[in-house]
């Protein structure tokens, strides 16, 4: 009897065995059916349907539907098999993305949907309330789709339209899509060797496999040929990527990327992705007329992404980004210069970034202004503040350095620039061409200071806001003999220079130091000294109004037998400015002309004779400290009398 209990004991546990092992070697009758119904995940599965659960976890159903929580057919499916594997449904059951080994199926129709918050009717992660949790997209391992139908209303993506796609007999893959991106319309073409997963755990270890993409809108198109091992997530993404358009601002749309309207343009680079990493390298773009590359990482892994890399080339074109610097359109205000269309930037607080930047030409988009060349700095953009700094710039044989800083955090954004202008040839510059002038009226050096600071979005309130020092002065410089004649309003002396030609005076001194307050320019200092007379300038340059109230003195140091001598008022606006004469002492020589001229005719011209101060002071042309106040111009001590006037050399006379 002791010998018989373990032997029949044995023999139930064979016949347990042997039963479990038939029935899954029989798929389970009956049970999917059951189990589908029980488990409340809306699958309804045809009642033919077998389930293997002992040895390579798999599901073969004729047919097999998803049924959303709103009664809709979310999946209908034929001739399906998906296989799994028990640690995947437990880590499921516990709170991670489902993932499924294989799903194959002879055909699927599939209407995949979620709401702004993420949600979806495919019932897929009821919690305890029996709310539905915004659901990850599941993870498919090898997807093998015959003949496949898909529409796609997916609202966090902001994706709307419909999928065809299918796995070829040689095992090629191929998908198309057509619909609307974030309100775009486009069109997707994919193509890969094999069949792929659709999202890929970094475990898993798929090899990549051969990928084609191509997607349009309109002129618009981006194409990738290369490898990846998933495809929505692009893990071990490596391939060749070219994107081409109408603007940077068209192709970007579609993805929720704000870049500046550009023209037309062309992009070429290296495209890889690993672990939330992707790197853009031995870029070569073309927008417009600007040559540009450089090698770029974008880190999506923080919370704010990281942007870092260096951009080369040129030269590149303000005209070519002028929406994003604010200067592609005129002033929507009548009687205005100053552009005041609100900078089109992206948004400062969406990412952080650290670039290089490297170009050998910048180019200001003026034939009055000569390109900088070369352009060095590094952007430094963290918590929505853009810092421009280690800044240098060849500009016409000189250089201008230091810090350009844009707070976005306060309304309205917080400028500040901090420049050094060292060496930069005035004449190279600021290209001036006028009849009856020398090549170049103006020529020289010039060293300077700029600390300001403004706010604003566009060019116009930056401007119109700005508060701070500027001096600068103009070093081994000259200036048209003509200009000064005609700022002291020497008639003769202007004549004989027209018809003898014009020349350049050497400059003493040229300096202004002034300070801007609220976008107002007050000069403390504007001087140009040279040996023929000395000019002096006051008064007020608004930025923000745009108005002019300024007056020219000119005090000659030679003799002139014809010449008005008054000081010569400039007002008006920027955009129509008006010069005039100051009335006082032209009306006193006026007064004295005509008292002269009622004792005989010719002696009204001795009003309009001028002999000069030739012991007009030297002027102080150093510039004040940075961090102190300007003083003002000194007069150096006076030197012993000179003869009179008409004494002089001749080539000391204008």
Known sequence: MKKTVPLIAGAVVVALVATVVALDIAGWPGLAPRLAERAKYGLKVDPDTRVHLIWRPRLEAPQLRVVGTNGDTLADAHDVVMAWRWGDIWDWRHGAPLRLRVVQADSLALDWQRDAQGRTAWPLKPDADGHHEPTPVPQIDKLVIHNGTAHLDDAPLQLLGDARFGTEADGRWKAEVKGKLRGQQLRMNAEASKGMALLSPAESGDPPVQLKLEMTQGPQRLAFNGSASSLLDARALDGQLQVRGSSLAAVAAPFGVTLPNTPAFDLAGRLQHAAGVWQLGDVKAQIGKSRLGGDFAFDT???????????????LRLADLGPAVGTDAPPSRPGRVLPDRAFDIPSLKAMDAQVGVALTQLDLGTAALEPLAPVNASVVLDGGVLTIKHMNAGVAGGEVGGLVKLDSNPNPAQWQANLDLRGIAIERWLKLHVAALTDDPITGRVQGDIDVTGQGRSTAALLGSLDGPVRLRLENGSVSHLITEAV?????????????????????????DGRFVNGVLRPRTAVIDNKDSRIDLDGRVSLADESLDLRVVAKPRDFSPLTLRAPVRVQGTLADPRIALEGKKLGGRAIAALALGALTPPAALLAFIDPGDSDLPAVDCSLAPRDGSAPAAKPAAKPAPKPAPAARKEDNRG
């Open 301 to 315: 892994r923080a919370a704010r992404p990281q942007l870092s890399g260096m951009l080369r080339g040129g030269p």
């Open 488 to 512: 002291g309003l020497d008639v003769a002396q202007g004549l004989g220079l027209l018809f003898r030609g014009d020349k350049n005076l050497t400059l003493n001194c040229a300096r202004l």
